[in-house]
């Protein structure tokens, strides 16, 4: 059971460049989530899918776009990378554990976009 | 949502003192509130949660307060241990039906020996 895994680890783009980040969950969770972390910050919400086939912008949507592949995998993808996201991205899926609802976080991807 | 900010809270204790951390939420809907650990380098780990219809939680040395007048949320740590170095950031569900968290900027909590 490894839990929430994504990859790459660690990314560097040119300006443009496009790139998918994948993320995959192996706890049958129904909803998934990307997450960006800056410096010093907490995290926001990009987009979240609820459940197989379903997805949603949350905060920070701009320039990003998610496909919700099947139930276990959530993946981002960045088509035209700017210097602004340049950030950490974490997966995260929530589902019932230890009495209630958690969310799980995946190792995150530290990209750069030079 | 909540805001965010450029400098993190930093809160220094020394090792074997208790520590509170603090959060203030936005959203009178949200119904479910959950602390998570980041160490450095690492995704957010979860600690504790508490739903709205309680006012306190306990763990394994860590309490969770919730007043819902005030929109106040505390993370208390007993006997904090070096290891308990990271930052603590709260968590809230917006009441929706999507199990959507609103994060906080996240409090650095240093543990001197």
């Known amino acids: 059971n490894a839990g929430v895994t994504q990859t790459p680890k660690f990314q560097v783009l040119k300006t443009g460049q496009s790139m998918t980040l994948q993320c995959a969950q192996d706890m049958n969770h129904n909803s998934m989530y990307w997450y960006r972390q800056d410096p010093g910050m907490g995290l926001r919400l990009i987009y979240y899918s609820a459940s197989e086939g379903t997805t949603d912008k949350g905060e920070v949507p701009n320039g990003y776009n998610v496909s919700r592949l099947n139930k276990r995998e959530f993946s981002l993808r960045l088509e035209s990378a700017a210097p602004s996201q340049t950030s950490v991205y974490f997966c995260?899926?929530?589902?019932w554990g230890r009495g209630s609802y958690e969310q799980y976080f995946g190792p995150g991807t530290r990209l750069t976009v030079t | 949502g909540e805001s965010v900010g450029l400098h993190l809270p930093t809160l220094s204790v020394q090792e074997g003192d208790n520590s509170i951390i603090n959060c203030a939420y936005s959203n009178s809907a949200s119904d479910y509130f959950i602390w998570y650990k980041q160490e450095s380098g690492k995704g957010p780990q979860f600690i504790i949660d508490i739903r709205s219809n309680m006012d306190k939680r306990q763990g394994q040395r860590v309490t969770v307060l919730l007043n819902k007048t005030v929109k106040h949320l505390s993370l208390q740590i007993a006997a904090t241990q070096p290891g308990d170095s990271a930052v603590y950031f709260c968590?809230?569900?917006?009441?929706?039906?999507?199990?959507?968290?609103?994060f906080g900027t996240g409090t650095l909590l240093a543990v001197q020996p």
């Open positions: 968590a809230e569900n917006d009441g929706g039906a999507t199990n959507k968290l609103i």
């Open positions: 995260a899926s929530m589902g």
